[in-house]
């Protein structure tokens, strides 16, 4: 196995029944990376059998809630097992600000200096953090602060979009990519988000070599089956819908 991929979450804001939010655990050996963590992220962590504290590196997109909201209860979680949560989160300069805030407020005493040591890592787009694997942020189209994550590992790459209208910039770090979760959040054109005919006219001649769509909205979910043999059709590209707690291998 050199990079398995779990959606942990393949829902967003409004609540779907059998959808947690944005959340995605890549494996590579010896570490295992979250990438957001929306509402449902630490219970569907443990439904795949992975415990809270195996994680140790975390991505995060933006601020939305529909990805960060679970961010304390992951690491109340891993201090709650272990009295210590070791995570390096990743983040966009600005959120780690904002997040500092929201963990003093939230639960005290235990998220001080003093109890849970956050230790974050800023990461700019086009910078890049290196481990046993690489993680490249990448500009997205979507608030002031947004960001996607580009992981390779071995010479196999990964892209998520997090949310994002189409761009430029993520078709052409699309081509040849082993496996690119990109967000499918409307049926209609919607500003900061991506729609079927938008994605289909700019990607239909790039080649991911797997496309996974995620981030769901109600209606998306209810016609994500002829959605997805659409954008395959159109654009030639393999691609399966995400659903919460499917693998994938590469
Ligand atoms: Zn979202
Ligand atoms: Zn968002």
Redesign the pocket.
Known sequence: MDIKVTLLGTG??VPIPGRAQSGILVEVPKHKILLDCGMGTPLRIAESGTAVDEIDTICL????L??IQDIPALIKASWLKNKEAKYKIIVPKELKKRLINIFRCLDAPHFDDKNIMLNFEVLNPEEEFQDSFSIKAFDTL??DM?QGYEITHDGKRIIYT??TEVSEKIKNLSENVDILIHELSSLKKTK??TDTESFISTFADTSPKLLILTHFYPDVAEKIKEVTKKIEKETGIQTISGKDLRTIQI
């Open positions: 967003a804001g997109t933006h601020e939305h529909d990805h979507h608030t947004s997090g949310d900061g988000h």
